[in-house]
Structures are given as structure tokens and as C-alpha cells.
Nanobody, 115 residues
């Protein structure tokens, strides 16, 4: 069983930055793909950034150039650096990890961007 615990959400003005953190309960090297998804009110949850165990990354077009996913192997932590935030980035952000064919999810952290 893998547990993921997010933190770092909050309220920020448009153009501001936030860094989300996700602490993984097991060795991060046991996670094949780890990423961040978000869900806005009335919308489906969608992945916005992902990082494979090999280090390759991918982003949804709407966050490219603004969000960066990174990993601290010693702390078993994954980060999502979010810059130039926009009101449309407002959502609950979830950390997710794929390990041995099972996808695990964190409890989510709220990000609110005011205009």
C-alpha cells in the first residue's frame, strides 16, 4: 500500500506562484509514474503533469512553461512548482502514483487563484 500526502495549496493572486509537495510513504523508486492531477468544480479530474521513474516528464498544454514537476529522491517527495498562476488553475490538486499496476491517490490540496 502506497500513501501519498499533499501539502502546499492555498490562495494566491493571478501571476503568483505556489509549490505543492507530495510525500510518498515508500521508496519513490518503486513508483513507475508519479504525477499531479487537478479537479475543478463541475469538471472531471485530469492529469496536468507526470514524471516517469527514468526522469522523463510530460505536461498538459495549458500548464506547459508554467508548471514544473520534480523529485527529491532522498526525501521521497515530488513537487509541482506552479508559476504565473491563472484563475483557471483553481482546483483541488491530487498527487498520484502508479506502482505494480495500481494507481494511488492522495487526499488533495486546494489551490485558489484570485483575479
Amino acid at each position: 500500500q502506497v500513501q501519498l500526502v499533499e501539502s502546499g495549496g492555498g490562495l494566491v493572486q493571478a501571476g503568483g506562484s505556489l509549490r505543492l509537495s507530495c510525500v510518498v510513504s515508500t521508496s519513490i523508486f518503486s513508483i513507475n509514474v508519479i504525477g499531479w492531477a487537478r479537479q475543478a468544480p463541475g469538471k472531471e479530474r485530469a492529469v496536468v503533469a507526470a514524471r516517469s521513474r527514468s526522469g522523463s516528464t510530460s505536461y498538459v498544454d495549458s500548464v506547459k512553461g508554467r508548471f514544473t514537476i520534480s523529485r527529491d529522491n532522498t526525501e521521497n517527495t515530488v513537487y509541482l512548482q506552479m508559476n504565473n498562476l491563472k484563475p483557471e488553475d483553481t482546483a483541488v490538486y491530487y498527487c498520484n502514483g502508479l506502482s505494480d499496476g495500481t494507481t494511488y491517490w492522495g487526499q488533495g490540496t486546494q489551490v485558489t487563484v484570485s483575479s
